[in-house]
């Protein structure tokens, strides 16, 4: 890109942040600073408006640039991103969204903690809840400098840490002074203009192939070098019992791991009643829906005319091949068309790492102050010093999300959020299925199950090519590599159940089945629901 290509794409990028700066702005002269106005914006969205920001909670820098990338790199095989990050919605629907809504109040450890002994299930569940968030925020924050180091070339290494910083201090600010009110309003106006931007890609890639998708898909086969297996699975997920396990291990943790996103179960409580969140799920769905089927457009679009060494060439993961290819359909490089194209996309990604990163930091604040603090100060600590603490939080997660995003850069960004989805389906998904359903589970049980799944995932984490023994890790020139899979989720998901099954069946303490009954009452009907 020149000099002039980048200043536009610039002036995008910081025309967006003003607008949301101006959001945060005006929302925060018109708060109150109770806790109920931080953490879920008073209740007050209506279903359509919470769907948006859903849809905008969830379509982040991985799926616009990570799986979009892998679909270009390994065709049939980085589709399966796309079909589990959908699927998994049906989850959340049928088994999540109203149960969630009518038994909590802030986060995911007020459902928990409603039958059990509220300190050490808040303490295990408020950390759980933490580490899955910044592991979702590194993603967002590879996804930035992905695309500042497309932006400024290979010259522009320190342009990209200071971006990367900088995409942490504005969710900061979006977070300690807009709360939840601001950081829905940005969702929607970042969902609307991801949709538009995909919608308009993918509207130029069919029109090169005039509308013919078999023209499509045979010529990113011919250019992928791989032929027709570009379009059938076994290239990135086949071959020996280790890439089959992998992709096994993948597609449970996408599957299970939406539902215990704790950024996306915090939206529930952002609507006034249960139906109202049911409601918010299926316009989510009916958005992440026709958003992933543009993405394997844009998937195979970037493998047909960008081609696979290109798009590998810029970066090795693949996050720059929706950049390319908008460059490529304006016109190409160095053309006023595609340098417009490429500023568009650019920004819209940008503002779709910002708002994503807003809202995680969000939830984990919340999670710091309202069950990590509160517990341990006790419950009677007022709701404005809890407000002041989350405030904080935001700052210190902020921080070491930067951190673990400078040393990330070279992972793809969707490989990132399986991780991230792994520990919420180990850690995260067995706890509150547990809490909703099981008539004899207790505190113990509670404890065991979240750091049954969530020790044994970050620990395969870092003990696997991920971290080291290999090129592409984290560290490469170190080799403590003893688990062989990438993704964790089929062994610390069942783990994390296993855990809280028998930590139930081992305590000596008895479940309470007038609390069983009441919470059962409750998820069901609504009745006492804040």
């Given at each position: 890109?020149?000099?002039?290509?980048?200043?536009?794409?610039?002036?995008?990028?910081?025309?967006?942040?003003?607008?949301?700066?101006?959001?945060t702005?005006?929302?925060?002269?018109?708060?109150?600073?109770?806790?109920?106005?931080?953490?879920?914006?008073?209740?007050?969205?209506?279903?359509l408006?919470?769907?948006?920001?859903?849809?905008?909670?969830?379509?982040?820098?991985a799926?616009?640039?990570?799986?979009?990338g892998?679909?270009?790199?390994?065709?049939?095989d980085?589709?399966?991103?796309?079909?589990?990050?959908?699927?998994?919605?049906?989850?959340v629907?049928?088994?999540?969204?109203?149960?969630?809504?009518?038994?909590?109040?802030?986060?995911?450890?007020?459902?928990?903690?409603?039958?059990?002994?509220?300190?050490?299930?808040?303490?295990?569940?408020?950390?759980?809840?933490?580490?899955?968030?910044?592991?979702?925020?590194?993603?967002?924050?590879v996804?930035?400098?992905?695309?500042?180091?497309?932006?400024?070339?290979?010259?522009?290494?320190?342009a990209?840490?200071?971006?990367?910083?900088?995409?942490?201090a504005?969710?900061?600010?979006?977070?300690?002074?807009g709360g939840?009110?601001?950081?829905?309003?940005?969702?929607?106006?970042?969902?609307?203009?991801?949709m538009?931007?995909?919608v308009?890609?993918?509207?130029?890639?069919?029109?090169?192939?005039?509308g013919?998708?078999d023209?499509?898909?045979t010529?990113?086969?011919?250019?992928?070098?791989h032929?027709?297996?570009?379009?059938?699975?076994?290239?990135?997920?086949?071959?020996?019992?280790?890439?089959?396990?992998?992709?096994?291990?993948l597609?449970?943790?996408?599957?299970?791991?939406?539902?215990?996103?704790?950024?996306?179960?915090?939206?529930?409580?952002t609507?006034?009643?249960?139906?109202?969140?049911?409601?918010?799920?299926?316009?989510?769905?009916?958005?992440?829906?026709?958003?992933?089927?543009?993405?394997?457009v844009?998937?195979?679009?970037?493998?047909?005319l960008?081609?696979?060494?290109?798009?590998?060439?810029s970066?090795?993961?693949?996050?720059?091949?929706?950049?390319?290819?908008?460059?490529?359909?304006g016109?190409?490089?160095?053309?006023?068309?595609?340098?417009v194209?490429f500023?568009?996309v650019?920004?819209?990604?940008?503002?779709t790492?910002?708002?994503?990163?807003?809202?995680?930091?969000?939830a984990?604040?919340?999670?710091?102050?309202?069950?990590?603090?509160?517990?341990?100060?006790?419950?009677?600590?007022?709701?404005?010093?809890?407000?002041?603490?989350?405030?904080?939080?935001a700052?210190?997660i902020?921080?070491?999300?930067?951190?673990?995003?400078?040393?990330?850069?070279?992972?793809?960004?969707?490989?990132?959020?399986?991780?991230?989805?792994?520990?919420?389906?180990s850690?995260?998904?067995?706890?509150?299925l547990?809490?909703?359903?099981?008539?004899?589970?207790?505190?113990?049980g509670?404890?065991?199950?979240?750091?049954?799944?969530?020790?044994p995932?970050?620990l395969?984490?870092?003990?696997?090519?991920?971290?080291?023994?290999?090129?592409a890790?984290?560290?490469?020139?170190?080799?403590?590599?003893?688990?062989?899979?990438?993704?964790?989720?089929?062994?610390?998901?069942?783990?994390?159940f296993l855990?809280?099954?028998?930590?139930t069946?081992?305590?000596?303490?008895?479940?309470?089945p007038?609390k069983?009954?009441e919470?059962?009452?409750?998820?069901?009907t609504?009745?006492?629901?804040?």
């Amino acid at each position: 890109m020149t000099g002039g290509h980048q200043t536009l794409a610039l002036i995008l990028f910081s025309l967006f942040v003003a607008v949301t700066l101006g959001i945060t702005t005006w929302v925060s002269r018109h708060r109150h600073g109770s806790a109920e106005e931080f953490y879920v914006g008073g209740r007050l969205f209506s279903p359509l408006e919470n769907g948006f920001a859903i849809a905008g909670d969830y379509m982040s820098a991985a799926s616009f640039l990570g799986i979009s990338g892998l679909i270009a790199l390994f065709g049939y095989d980085g589709l399966l991103y796309s079909v589990g990050f959908l699927v998994a919605w049906l989850v959340v629907l049928f088994l999540v969204a109203e149960l969630v809504r009518n038994c909590g109040r802030f986060t995911l450890a007020d459902v928990v903690a409603a039958r059990m002994s509220e300190r050490p299930v808040r303490i295990a569940v408020g950390a759980s809840s933490v580490t899955v968030s910044v592991l979702y925020l590194v993603a967002q924050m590879v996804g930035a400098g992905s695309l500042v180091g497309l932006l400024l070339g290979s010259s522009g290494a320190a342009a990209r840490t200071w971006t990367v910083v900088g995409v942490g201090a504005l969710m900061v600010v979006y977070v300690s002074f807009g709360g939840m009110r601001a950081t829905t309003w940005i969702q929607i106006v970042k969902a609307v203009l991801l949709m538009g931007g995909a919608v308009a890609l993918t509207v130029l890639v069919l029109l090169r192939f005039h509308g013919d998708l078999d023209h499509l898909l045979t010529t990113a086969a011919d250019r992928s070098g791989h032929g027709r297996r570009f379009l059938g699975p076994g290239l990135k997920y086949g071959g020996g019992w280790t890439a089959r396990l992998d992709f096994l291990s993948l597609g449970l943790a996408l599957v299970l791991g939406t539902a215990g996103l704790p950024h996306i179960l915090a939206r529930f409580y952002t609507v006034p009643t249960a139906r109202a969140a049911r409601r918010s799920v299926v316009w989510a769905i009916a958005l992440i829906g026709g958003f992933y089927l543009m993405t394997v457009v844009l998937g195979f679009g970037a493998a047909a005319l960008v081609g696979p060494d290109a798009v590998r060439a810029s970066n090795a993961s693949g996050n720059t091949a929706v950049p390319l290819l908008a460059a490529l359909l304006g016109g190409g490089a160095g053309t006023t068309g595609g340098a417009v194209l490429f500023a568009l996309v650019a920004a819209i990604a940008f503002a779709t790492i910002l708002a994503v990163v807003a809202g995680i930091t969000l939830a984990s604040s919340a999670s710091v102050a309202h069950d990590l603090y509160a517990s341990l100060r006790r419950r009677r600590a007022r709701q404005r010093s809890e407000v002041a603490v989350a405030r904080a939080a935001a700052v210190g997660i902020g921080a070491v999300a930067i951190g673990l995003g400078l040393l990330a850069q070279d992972l793809n960004v969707a490989f990132l959020v399986g991780l991230a989805f792994a520990v919420a389906a180990s850690a995260n998904l067995p706890v509150l299925l547990y809490a909703l359903f099981w008539r004899n589970f207790t505190t113990r049980g509670a404890v065991w199950s979240v750091y049954g799944g969530l020790v044994p995932a970050v620990l395969l984490v870092l003990l696997s090519p991920v971290v080291s023994g290999s090129p592409a890790s984290l560290f490469p020139a170190a080799d403590f590599q003893y688990f062989p899979l990438q993704n964790p989720g089929i062994v610390s998901v069942p783990l994390g159940f296993l855990a809280g099954w028998l930590g139930t069946v081992t305590s000596r303490e008895d479940a309470d089945p007038a609390k069983h009954a009441e919470t059962e009452v409750r998820s069901l009907t609504g009745a006492g629901a804040v």
